[in-house]
Each structure stands twice: as structure tokens, then as C-alpha cells.
């Protein structure tokens, strides 16, 4: 019982943050990409994204992107509803 109550507590920020994209209420945030970072496991094999600052209304977070994207062209992003 205690197992359920956990995972339903840990999946509620995705929900929210599901619902909040299909009714359109995220709000824009811009992601400046500065970086490549290559990672690599044993079992999917090597992966390359993006290493970059998010910024949202003035604040900026470090965040990787899972793409690889031109460096130093900043594009727009849904932001969470729920971080």
C-alpha cells in the first residue's frame, strides 16, 4: 500500500504537467545551448545532447537538451508547469 502511495505521489508532477500542455498553460521559456556532452551505457550505446541555459522570466538554469542543436542560436520551449 505504501509502494502505490509513493509512485502515485512521484507521478503527480508529469500529470500536471500533462494536462497543463494539452490545455496549452505552460508558459514559453528559452534555452541557449552552449555546449555538446556525449554519454555512453551499456546497453543503449552512446548518446549526444546538448548542455545549455534555460532561462525563465530573467532566471537561468543549467539544463541539457536531448538533441543535438546549434550552439549559440536560442530557441523557444514549453516550460514546466511542475518542476
Given amino acids: 500500500m505504501l ?11 508529469a500529470v500536471v504537467d500533462g494536462v497543463a500542455y494539452l490545455a496549452g498553460a505552460e508558459k514559453m521559456a528559452t534555452f541557449h545551448p552552449v555546449s555538446y ?4 551505457e551499456v546497453q543503449s550505446g552512446c548518446q549526444t545532447g546538448t ?10 538554469v ?6 543535438v542543436v546549434p550552439l ?3 530557441f523557444q ?7
Fill in 3 to 13: 509502494l502505490i502511495l509513493i509512485v502515485a505521489v512521484a507521478s503527480v508532477p
Fill in 77 to 83: 520551449v514549453r516550460r514546466p508547469a511542475w518542476r
Fill in 62 to 67: 543549467e539544463a541539457t537538451w536531448p538533441h
Fill in 51 to 60: 548542455n545549455g541555459i534555460l532561462e525563465t522570466g530573467g532566471k537561468g
Fill in 72 to 74: 549559440g542560436q536560442p
Fill in 37 to 40: 556532452e556525449t554519454t555512453c
